[in-house]
């Protein structure tokens, strides 16, 4: 279904979970602040709504900084740095 990811025996979960943050902190934050938003919405939208804000959210995101830094970084076969631009 879908529902977990990632099963941790039970004395790594917190060592997981913060390896899990720091990589989100890494990555790009506008776009994680947009799924974050997307998944709150989702829980008081009809799905037209939701599949709405999600294509809004898309849109906005096509011309930042972080877009061109992730496709800059595939092409150029490195590990992207967001935030710097």
């Known amino acids: 279904m879908g529902l ?3 099963v941790v ?3 790594e979960v917190e060592v997981r979970a913060m390896a899990l943050a720091s990589q989100l902190a890494d990555g790009p ?6 799924i ?12 037209e709504q939701g599949l709405q804000f999600e ?3 898309f849109q ?3 011309d930042t900084p972080d877009k061109k830094e992730g496709m800059r970084a595939r092409l150029d076969k490195r ?3 967001f935030g710097l631009s």
């Open 36 to 47: 974050k938003e997307a998944v709150l919405q989702s829980m008081h939208l009809p799905l």
């Open 55 to 57: 294509r809004k959210s």
């Open 4 to 6: 977990v990811s990632e």
């Open 79 to 81: 590990p992207a740095r």
């Open 29 to 34: 934050q506008q776009a994680i602040r947009f």
């Open 9 to 11: 025996p039970d004395a």
């Open 60 to 62: 906005l995101l096509f």
